[in-house]
């Protein structure tokens, strides 16, 4: 696992990690409830690592009726010429005026619907279209789409603060797939009705992101946005 995991996970951590890694057993795609915090449930997501795979991911959780409190994506390399793996860990509150845990039937639902996207039996628009309408939120507020400055001259990090609104991460996440780069790491959080969202991205080449390309990118980011806030 990269070092920024390592920074963040101790090692009682690793081991329940490495657990639910194993556990994925070649499925597809794998989720299992991780731990229950007062904050929201996180669950763990472990498939191949592939272009679009988050947008996969925020799209099942959509359909699901959960909203995403914060996340973390990583990438590792499981080695004997197996493909990258994709380890994300979703921080869930469920999209309702109520909130409930995220229980086994949730956690069955989303695994399905996730199977469906990576072996291509749906597509994320077909998945969309089951959602139910989104409540309403707020329009108008200030949004922060800025490209910095990453220590690693091969990555770009794309930074995107806004109000969060029901279905803001999987609009994002589509919109950079749209826009013809991968998602190499992500972190997400949510304070307030506030979302800082950080991605570290590459073209699909593995080069960073051309500066002359960064407007497109930003742009694709930002339509996202106002189509999330429009609901």
């Given amino acids: 696992m ?12 690793s081991r329940e990690h490495a657990g639910i890694v194993g556990r994925r057993a070649g499925a597809a795609a794998y989720v299992e409830l991780w731990r229950r915090l007062p904050q929201g449930d996180v669950v763990c997501v472990v ?73 291509g039996d749906v597509t994320i628009e077909e998945v969309v279209r089951r959602a139910r309408p989104p409540r309403s939120s707020v329009r108008g507020s200030s949004t922060r789409v800025v490209f910095e400055e990453s220590p690693d001259a091969n990555l770009s990090e794309l930074t995107v603060e806004t109000t969060d609104r029901p279905g803001l991460f999987l609009g994002i996440t589509q919109a950079l797939f749209r826009a013809g780069v991968q998602i190499i790491a992500s972190d997400a959080r949510s304070e307030r009705g506030r979302v800082t969202d950080r991605f570290t991205i590459t073209e699909l080449s593995g080069e960073p992101i051309r500066p002359a390309r960064r407007g497109i990118v930003q742009l694709e980011v930002l339509v996202a946005i106002d189509a999330a806030s429009q609901g």
């Fill in 47 to 119: 498939a191949d690592d592939r272009p679009g795979f988050l947008s996969f991911i925020s799209a099942a959780l959509v359909v699901s009726g959960m909203d995403i409190v914060s996340a973390q994506a990583y990438t590792r390399a499981p080695g004997g010429g197996r493909p990258p793996e994709a380890v994300d860990f979703f921080r869930l509150a469920r999209d309702a005026e109520h909130p409930m845990p995220v229980l086994g039937t949730d956690i069955a639902r989303i695994t399905g619907l996730l199977n469906d996207l990576v072996t």
């Fill in 2 to 13: 990269p070092e920024r995991y390592r920074q963040s996970y101790d090692a009682g951590d």
